[in-house]
């Protein structure tokens, strides 16, 4: 007798889905930080590209991106994804709620702080948000005790809460520091590369890697890569990132260097899963958001090289981060959002239609394409052509920091373009037999 067939991870579940405002609400405010971030680069991109030691704007810009947008996204995420994909009991939505009110609040209050360099405002926000973070990981980790099936993506992200408590309470260690100044001078930059390690690459990279494995072979329809694949990759980054931490916190360089090379080679072994995801797919074309995590992935391979360079010549840090940031994880961000958002939608709308008869429309029928199309090849000229600028400046060829402006309008314009499609999703609504859905 044949057994019932096995179900692979669904990514909506209505039955263990999140109430729709506590993802689309982070998500949403997510964007509204990167809008409000592009504002910033272009009216104040001379002092953010310039040292960035004790620089208000510089320091702004950079927790405005990886706290007012990134993990905004990135907590209604985990909301939304941890129990649909682990089968675990669903976020409350009122705390989540709670949760969200508090970590946007204390976000905000944090870039205020850093841009006015208020020290106040800056313990004030820092302490929310490190507590906003701890009732976060402790409703993720609540819907993954309960658990009833772990994926590879599951573990990603269950390590990537680990990087993203040790990222802000660092973070609020090196607050405390500009205050108090008990941290030696003899570590440099060590303790601030200490902090920029464990956000960038444990926080962001595990959490885009672990969410890129369970969505991207869904969105192909691919072939997933083997579990032991998946689980050698995840044991490189974090014994590589953490010793890394370690070892910068000890001035030990030798051992530095060793760490990041591990971790370097467990994001080699994500990039051969990755590609022979896309040979073995079987939707030949590349749909937007697809294009978004190919593009995004592309980028990631300039921004490492750059960033190792960094290691021995700090000017190539600049371009290196700008890549990273915006090249991979906002890119890979944004392409994920065009399936996330309307799927949910999507789901809303089949829950509250009217009659069984209204048509819902179809994904790709939620917002308009072509305007979609538009603002995927502004934001990525943009981020190209901003990193080649300064590229050009690391190398003295030019000063970037004035000529950064005309591209990042650029970057604005595809952000606007995005903001516009997600509002497009939105408004969308079932259909009865005489209505045509947008186009």
Not at 256 to 275: H, V
Not at 317 to 336: K, R, Y
Request: proline share 5%.
């Amino acid at each position: 007798m044949k057994g019932p067939k096995k179900a692979g991870p669904q990514v909506i579940d209505p039955a263990l889905s999140p109430p729709i405002y506590v993802p689309i609400g982070m998500a949403l405010a997510g964007v509204l930080g990167l809008l409000v971030l592009q504002a910033l680069v272009i009216a104040k991109a001379p002092m953010i590209f310039g040292p960035f030691r004790f620089n208000p704007a510089a320091l702004a810009a950079v927790h405005l991106f990886t706290l007012g947008f990134a993990t905004s996204v990135m907590i209604g995420a985990f909301h939304q994804i941890t129990p649909v994909m682990m089968r675990g009991r669903p976020v409350e939505g009122g705390w989540a709620l709670l949760q969200g009110l508090a970590y946007l609040a204390g976000s905000w209050a944090l870039v205020w702080g850093f841009y006015r360099s208020a020290g106040p405002w800056i313990t004030a926000g820092g302490t929310l948000v490190v507590l906003a973070l701890v009732v976060f990981a402790a409703l993720v980790v609540r819907a993954m005790r309960s658990a009833t099936q772990w994926t590879v993506a599951g573990r990603f992200m269950a390590a990537a809460l680990s990087f993203v408590l040790g990222t802000v309470i660092w973070g609020l260690v090196l607050a405390f520091n500009l205050r108090r100044g008990f941290l030696p001078d003899s570590l440099d930059y060590s303790p601030l590369g200490a902090h920029v390690l464990l956000g960038l690459g444990g926080w962001f990279m595990l959490t885009v890697f672990g969410v890129s494995y369970q969505l991207f072979p869904m969105f192909a329809l691919t072939n997933r890569p083997s579990a032991a694949s998946g689980h050698a990759v995840l044991a490189k980054l974090s014994a590589g990132l953490w010793g890394a931490f370690a070892s910068l916190l000890l001035h030990l360089p030798a051992l530095t260097a060793a760490c990041l090379l591990l971790a370097a080679a467990g994001a080699a072994r994500y990039a051969a899963d990755f590609f022979a995801m896309m040979r073995q797919r079987r939707r030949p074309e590349l749909d937007l958001s697809m294009r978004y995590g190919v593009t995004a992935l592309a980028f990631l391979v300039p921004a490492a090289l750059l960033l190792l360079l960094s290691v021995r010549h700090r000017a190539f840090a600049v371009p290196g981060a700008w890549l990273f940031l915006f090249g991979f994880v906002a890119t890979m961000i944004l392409g994920m959002l065009y399936r996330i958002i309307p799927f949910l939608f999507w789901h809303h709308l089949m829950r509250n239609r009217r009659s069984k008869t209204q048509r819902l429309p179809k994904l790709d029928e939620m917002f308009a394409q072509r305007t979609a199309r538009a603002g995927y090849f502004c934001w990525t000229a943009g981020v190209l052509l901003t990193g080649l600028l300064l590229l050009g400046g690391a190398l003295g060829w030019w000063d970037a920091r004035y000529l950064v402006r005309g591209s990042a309008i650029l970057n604005l314009t595809g952000s606007l373009l995005f903001a516009g499609t997600i509002l497009q999703v939105l408004r969308a609504r079932p259909l009865d037999g005489r209505e045509r859905s947008m186009g």
